[in-house]
């Protein structure tokens, strides 16, 4: 049964009380109209319980926006959405391209660094997020006294001589929550084995990130990337103010799973809600997605704290895990499923 407005109602008594259910929540089509966002189809998910997101259906589903009763929780690039008609290529082309918000997916083949092997080349972050979904539909289903919000689409990474992927998609949230879920499935419908790597950039920003947010992990071991890391090992879970000279930071984590068989990922902030505080978390199956990586990057407008479960722990790129003997693959036919959950509440 929704709980909305500080009461509980079953549909009977919703229904009584408004003309169409989007006075409380619901999804709304858009298509943005301006820059080089002109011409992308999206939707506005409202769940009825203060969490409002903005879901892109031509950039593989991907989340551009997240706020909380009027906070935003998200950081946005400068570069803004782009449809992939506009999106730029080359060796800056992620820079960008990338519009950051609640999650932007990278994969499916690739993340991190650019590169190529014997499996063919890729951009920085791989190519999904660029793809536009098709077959893309939503709906609000009943069932018993429980509403729930759903979109869904397909993406498909494939090249002629390579590797072929499909990722299904679906978003979930229920009305008068404050929880979106994620289900992912991706599928190799190739005829060849083919690398997989796939990273969820979930990215925090002004003002749920300044001098008071605090990351918290579930964790057995962390270690720096680099030498900037090591240097911000210390504080690797703390904000701070903006810094012109800031280097970016990189943490790899180590998980671990609750008796609930989740693993969760956390960025709080105490001063915002009138004092009473908000939090957004990640949660993910460590069995599915068995590494985390965080990033700390307290610059002048790439202000932004990210938390990234992945089912590879080699950040620094396929080059580099395929050395290591840590790079996934798919099988033809193979189908390999990522169940995500992005919960917001007042702490």
């Known amino acids: 049964m929704p709980e909305l407005f500080e009461g509980r109602y079953d549909r009977r008594a919703l229904e009584a009380r408004v003309g169409d259910l989007r ?16 011409g992308t189809r999206g939707f506005l998910l409202r769940t009825g319980g203060g969490l409002e997101v903005e879901i892109v ?15 935003p929780l998200t950081w946005c690039g400068p570069g803004g959405l782009a449809h992939p008609a506009f999106s730029e290529l080359g060796v800056n082309a992620f820079e960008r391209n990338f519009f950051g918000g609640l999650m932007t997916t990278c994969g499916l083949q690739a993340f991190g660094p650019a590169g190529s092997d014997v499996d063919g080349a890729w951009q920085q972050h791989g190519y999904i997020n660029h793809a536009p979904a098709r077959a893309v539909a939503h709906r609000a289903l ?38 979106l879920r994620l289900d992912d499935r991706v599928t190799n419908v ?59 930071q990189v943490f790899i984590h180590e998980t671990c ?32 997605l068995p ?16 938390m990234e479960p992945a089912n590879c722990p080699t950040i620094e790129g396929r080059t580099a895990a395929r050395e290591r003997g840590t ?21």
């Open 142 to 179: 009943w069932e018993g006294e429980r509403c729930t919000f759903e979109i869904t689409g397909t993406v498909l990474e494939a090249r002629m001589f390579g590797s072929s992927l499909r990722l299904e998609r679906t978003w979930r949230a229920a009305l008068g929550s404050n929880t």
């Open 57 to 71: 259906a031509d950039r593989a589903l991907d989340v551009l926006s997240a706020a909380y009763r009027g906070i």
């Open 291 to 306: 590494a985390l990586m965080t990033w700390r990057m307290l610059g002048t407008q790439t202000y932004v704290m990210a």
């Open 327 to 347: 790079l996934p693959f798919l099988e033809p036919g193979e189908t390999l499923q990522y169940e995500l959950e992005f919960d917001v509440r007042t702490l």
């Open 23 to 38: 006075q409380l929540g619901g999804i709304t089509p858009i298509v943005y109209d301006d820059g080089r966002a002109r």
């Open 257 to 288: 799973a609750g008796d609930d068989g989740w693993a969760r990922a956390s960025a709080s902030n105490a001063r915002l809600d009138g004092g009473r505080g908000v939090s957004l978390t990640v949660r993910y199956r460590p069995d599915q």
């Open 190 to 248: 190739g005829g060849k084995r083919a690398p997989h790597m796939i990273l969820y950039h979930c990215n925090a920003g002004f003002p749920l990130l300044d001098d008071e947010m605090e990351l918290s992990v579930t964790h057995r071991a962390i270690r720096p990337r680099d030498d900037a890391a090591r240097a911000g090992l210390a504080v690797w879970n703390r904000g701070g103010p903006p810094q012109s000279d800031f280097k970016e």
